[in-house]
Structures are given as structure tokens and as C-alpha cells.
């Protein structure tokens, strides 16, 4: 089946350690995006990639960046993660090739914790 | 700017009950809407969407109709079950393709046998 795929399910780092998260796809869509998500809160986009255009939101911390090496996949990278980065963070995908009326496929999201 | 406003949370009810869950929605022109459920640890489902007044949306007992006259989209089910029990998100997009969703707050929602 298609689908979005995150590894891993769980990350523990250190306050400070810088740490990757990545997300991959086999639905060939051409938008991929990342979402902070906190304990009984909604997700909050951090930054989204149409095709390689780059799309940050304007208050998503300097600390956090993203790569999108090819369409397949897409990484997250936090510099140095303080505990206040602890929380849930999804990958999402959809297709600009909707007319306009996409729907976002979400991972299952790694649960990071900074200790 | 574009805001969703859900049904404050947690609801509770009895399996086999009748389920509202209530969003409303502020935007300019004709948003996609689309509710999402989350299951404990995972991330988050799409369960209905609807792209145009008078659309209704509908999977698994859950409907959702798109009123654009109130401006919003309620989510309904006629009979919960258990396995039900989940953070439904309420959520719109302007659509196009790499439009970010605006979701609600989000409603906890837990079935009791």
C-alpha cells in the first residue's frame, strides 16, 4: 500500500545533541511537509517543500531545518534540541495535481524526547 | 486569517450513542474542509473531506456536511462505538496544492461500553 512512512517511531537525544528525523513516500506526491505536534494540541506547520521549493513558516525557530534530496524523501533536522522541542513530529504528503482541492497523508510521527 | 473553531473537549458517551461534534470555520472564498481523527501515539487519519458548499462527506458512520450559509461542518455519527474513542481535528485548506491546513483545536472524544 502507499503510503508515508517516519523512522524512527521514537527518538530520545540529549539537550544540545543535534537529531535527524526522516519521512519517505510511495504516494509520488510532489508536497511534502512537516508538522510540530505537543501534548492535546494541534499540529503546527513547521515548514513544507513544493517539489524543491523550500517553504518555511515565518515563526519556525532558526533551530530547525529540513532536506529534501530527492521526491521520495524529506528530513527534519533540529541543531540543538532544548526540552521544549519535545513532542510529536509529523511528515505529511499531498499532490498539487488535485485541482486545487488536495488532502494531506500523514505518517505515523516520531515522538522525540531531549533529556 | 483563516480559523477553525471546534466543540470544546473531552466528550464522553455511552456506546451506541449519537455523536456532534461541532466546527465552524473563518475564511474568504470556498475552503476545502476536512475533519481528521488521531488515534493514542499515531498520527493523524483522514476521515472526510468536502470541497464545495452542499458537499457531504461521509466514511466509516461519520458525516460531515459543508454550510456555507453557517460557515460550518459539523461532524455527526448516529451510532459510537469504542473503537471510536480518538482526537478528532476539524481542518480546512485553501486548497491548490501546497496550501497548509488551519486546523482547530482538536476534541477528545471517549466511548464507554
Known amino acids: 500500500d502507499a503510503m508515508v512512512i517516519q523512522n524512527p517511531r521514537y527518538q530520545v537525544t540529549q539537550f544540545g545533541k543535534p537529531v535527524t528525523l526522516s519521512c519517505s513516500q510511495t504516494l509520488n506526491h510532489n508536497v511534502m511537509y512537516w508538522y510540530q505536534q505537543k501534548s492535546s494540541q494541534a499540529p503546527k506547520l513547521l515548514f513544507h517543500y513544493y517539489d524543491k521549493d523550500f517553504n518555511n513558516e515565518a515563526d519556525t525557530p532558526d533551530n530547525f531545518q529540513s532536506r529534501r534530496p530527492n521526491t521520495s524523501f524529506c528530513f527534519l533536522d533540529i541543531r540543538s534540541p532544548g526540552l521544549g522541542d519535545a513532542a510529536m513530529y509529523l511528515c505529511a504528503t499531498s499532490s498539487a495535481w488535485t485541482g486545487g482541492r488536495n488532502e494531506q497523508y500523514f505518517g505515523p510521527g516520531t515522538r522525540l524526547t531531549v533529556t | 486569517g483563516d480559523s477553525v473553531t471546534q466543540m470544546e473537549g473531552p466528550v464522553t458517551l455511552s456506546e451506541e450513542a449519537f455523536l456532534t461534534i461541532n466546527c465552524t470555520y473563518t475564511?474568504?472564498?470556498?475552503?476545502?474542509l476536512f475533519w481528521y481523527v488521531q488515534y493514542p501515539g499515531e498520527g493523524l487519519q483522514l476521515l472526510l473531506k468536502?470541497?464545495?458548499?452542499?458537499d457531504k462527506g461521509s466514511n466509516k458512520g461519520f458525516e460531515a456536511t459543508y454550510r456555507k450559509e453557517t460557515t460550518s461542518f459539523h461532524l455527526e455519527k448516529g451510532s459510537v462505538q469504542v473503537s471510536d474513542s480518538a482526537v478528532y481535528f476539524c481542518?480546512?485548506?485553501?486548497?491548490?496544492?501546497?496550501?497548509?491546513?488551519?486546523f482547530g483545536t482538536g476534541t477528545r472524544l471517549t466511548i464507554i461500553p
Open positions: 481542518a480546512l485548506s485553501r486548497g491548490f496544492g501546497n496550501e497548509k491546513l488551519t
Open positions: 468536502a470541497t464545495k458548499a452542499d
Open positions: 475564511a474568504t472564498g470556498y475552503p476545502s
